[in-house]
């Protein structure tokens, strides 16, 4: 059975930093594409970074692109999301995924789910 959990998240001002883990265990980690998804108050669940399970290839939406990092490392089974420049628009539930195959950004195509880690930006 495949766990992820994540961590690291809590508040802080505008401007700020965070970096979020995702530990995963079960599976083979290597074999995964992994996502960070948020979910603000009042919205859908939306994608914000991806890294590819082979090349390591990185997505992000131009909402969070240059301030937001996806990286993993296989050795330690888990992905990090290191956020700089936090915006009060960053506050939300961020949620980390995977799935065996290609990266994606829409969430219903996910097998895995973390339990989710509270952010919150304050201006």
């Known amino acids: 059975q495949v766990q992820l959990v994540e961590s690291g998240g809590g508040s802080v001002r505008a401007g700020g930093s965070l970096r979020l883990s995702c530990a995963v265990s079960?599976?083979?980690?290597?074999?995964?594409?992994v996502a960070w998804f948020r979910q603000g108050p009042g919205k859908e669940r939306e994608f914000v970074a991806g890294?590819?399970?082979?090349?390591?290839?990185?997505y992000y939406p131009d909402s969070v692109k240059g301030r937001f990092t996806i990286s993993r490392d296989n050795a330690e089974n888990t992905a990090y999301l290191q956020m700089n420049s936090l915006k009060p628009d960053d506050t939300a539930v961020y949620y980390c995924a995977v799935r065996e195959g290609v990266l994606l950004a829409a969430p219903n195509l996910y097998n895995y789910w973390g339990q989710g880690t509270q952010v919150t930006v304050s201006s």
């Open positions: 079960g599976g083979t980690f290597s074999s995964y594409s």
């Open positions: 890294i590819w399970r082979s090349s390591g290839d990185t």
